[in-house]
T-cell receptor
Framework: KAGVTQTPRYLIKTRGQQVTLSCSPI?????VSWYQQTPGQGLQFLFE???????NKGNFPGRFSGRQFSNSRSEMNVSTLELGDSALYLC???????????FGQGTRLTVV | AQTVTQSQPEMSVQEAETVTLSCTYD???????LFWYKQPPSRQMILVIR??????QNATENRFSVNFQKAAKSFSLKISDSQLGDTAMYFC???????????FGKGITLSVRP
């Protein structure tokens, strides 16, 4: 069974641009969550989707948005990038929200 | 609000020895799940062990076991027979259906010395 796949793995963007990150969950998993990891703030929750519905959203500005498609694949978008958005973005999938979460290898976003 | 505290930023252990990583949490929920995740230098988060709060028996996975003290809100991870491949950052995490998210501690960097 293939694991959680995140694309791209690395990304360099300029301040003010926007970016879209993609996450393909493990086959059969319907819950997808996103986390931001930085050295200063650690791991912070961004969103959780289950069956195309956003069930929870973390304390991030409206520039951060996401969605989930009918095949459970998920995307997150960050508009008007700031230097502070530089981070490792991790996606996790699980069969149900309370089941074990399996993480992808992350997308390393650098904003210059 | 749920919080997870890992007070030790880093630890070091000799290969083949046993080490215990501490974690405390705070919640008013009665039904929740606790996890330990490992993040090696590759940055891939790997689930080490999972504990359901309603289960009194401590979870065990090969060389990894937990000491779950629900009343004290403590959830420590014991690694027996430490191996070089255990060198990684370890995160304690908490999940409740009410919030539908994992809340992570700050993590602890574990180094296994040869």
């Amino acid at each position: 069974k293939a694991g959680v796949t995140q694309t791209p793995r690395y990304l360099i963007k300029t301040r003010g641009q926007q970016v879209t990150l993609s996450c393909s969950p493990i086959s059969g998993h319907r819950s997808v969550s996103w986390y931001q990891q930085t050295p200063g703030q650690g791991l912070q929750f961004l969103f959780e989707y289950f069956s195309e519905t956003q069930r929870n959203k973390g304390n991030f500005p409206g520039r951060f948005s996401g969605r989930q498609f009918s095949n459970s694949r998920s995307e997150m978008n960050v508009s008007t990038l700031e230097l502070g958005d530089s981070a490792l973005y991790l996606c996790a999938s699980s069969s149900t929200p309370a089941a074990e979460a399996f993480f992808g290898q992350g997308t390393r976003l650098t904003v210059v | 609000a749920q919080t997870v505290t890992q007070s030790q930023p880093e630890m070091s252990v000799q290969e083949a020895e046993t080490v215990t990583l501490s974690c405390t949490y705070d919640t008013s929920e009665n039904n929740y799940y606790l996890f330990w995740y490992k993040q090696p230098p590759s940055r891939q988060m790997i689930l080490v062990i999972r504990q359901e709060a309603y289960k009194q028996q401590n979870a065990t996975e090969n060389r990894f076991s937990v000491n779950f003290q629900k009343a004290a809100k403590s959830f420590s991870l014991k690694i027996s027979d430490s191996q070089l491949g255990d060198t990684a950052m370890y995160f304690c995490a908490f999940y409740t259906g009410a919030n539908s998210k994992l809340t992570f501690g700050k993590g602890i960097t574990l180094s296994v010395r040869p």
